[in-house]
T-cell receptor, first 117, second 112 residues
Framework: GAVVSQHPSRVICKSGTSVKIECRSL??????MFWYRQFPKKSLMLMAT?????????EQGVEKDKFLINHASLTLSTLTVTSAHPEDSSFYIC?????????????FGPGTRLLVL | DAKTTQPPSMDCAEGRAANLPCNHS???????VYWYRQIHSQGPQYIIH???NNETNEMASLIITEDRKSSTLILPHATLRDTAVYYC?????????????FGKGTRLSVIA
């Protein structure tokens, strides 16, 4: 299957700082990328959808000024958590879809665990 | 997307077949059934999908009832590494920007 990577795999930061998470599609062009968040023992919750070169579409209740998403190329999307607080501590997972893969499938990265102290 | 119902948890003995049920009684005629799983602290992994015929790949088999209102994912010889949360999702294929929406899934525990 197609490969999606995330970096870093885990990060610890101080409250008030910003953290950037990268999501890369390694062997395909990701025309659409999705960002999810997952709290312990809960299911994945969609945060936003982004298309290459366009502004992201955020789900209701997700602050677009706090969770900045950039999808500037067909292989890279970034999520920046600005002014992070302890309640932002979570598991962040990106996912990608692109032409030629069989668009019926959606591939996921390994996730980034964020801990805000 | 149509809603799915799965049991919250199941146990399976190692080496035995794991049969995970999913109800999707409101599925529409052109919606597919997808299965993903998530091993602890990892991203979800695609397993299999189908429309109405039974499907099999190297990971699992998918059995869809004739009325398409329910399906069963079968792991023929479960191993400890199959312990994960399994998600059944129904959606239209080739949906462009429409993302996968995850329910609560079934937590499968494979026991030695």
């Amino acid at each position: 299957g197609a490969v999606v990577s995330q970096h870093p795999s885990r990060v610890i930061c101080k409250s008030g700082t910003s953290v950037k998470i990268e999501c890369r599609s390694l062997d395909f062009q990701a025309t659409t990328m999705f960002w999810y968040r997952q709290f312990p023992k809960k299911s994945l919750m969609l945060m936003a959808t982004s298309n290459e070169g366009s502004k992201a579409t955020y789900e209701q209740g997700v602050e677009k000024d706090k969770f900045l998403i950039n999808h500037a190329s067909l292989t890279l999307s970034t999520l920046t958590v600005t002014s992070a607080h302890p309640e932002d501590s979570s598991f962040y997972i990106c996912s990608a879809r692109g032409p030629g893969l069989g668009e019926e499938t959606q591939y996921f990265g390994p996730g980034t665990r964020l801990l805000v102290l | 997307d149509a809603k799915t119902t799965q049991p919250p948890s199941m146990d399976c003995a190692e080496g035995r077949a794991a049969n995970l049920p999913c109800n999707h009684s409101t599925i529409s005629g052109n919606e597919y059934v997808y299965w993903y799983r998530q091993i602890h602290s990892q991203g979800p992994q695609y397993i299999i999908h189908g429309l109405k015929n039974n499907e099999t790949n190297e990971m699992a088999s998918l059995i869809i009832t004739e009325d398409r209102k329910s399906s069963t994912l079968i792991l023929p010889h479960a191993t400890l590494r199959d312990t994960a949360v399994y998600y059944c999702i129904v959606r239209l294929p080739y949906s462009g920007n429409t993302p996968l929406v995850f329910g609560k899934g079934t937590r499968l525990s494979v026991i030695a």
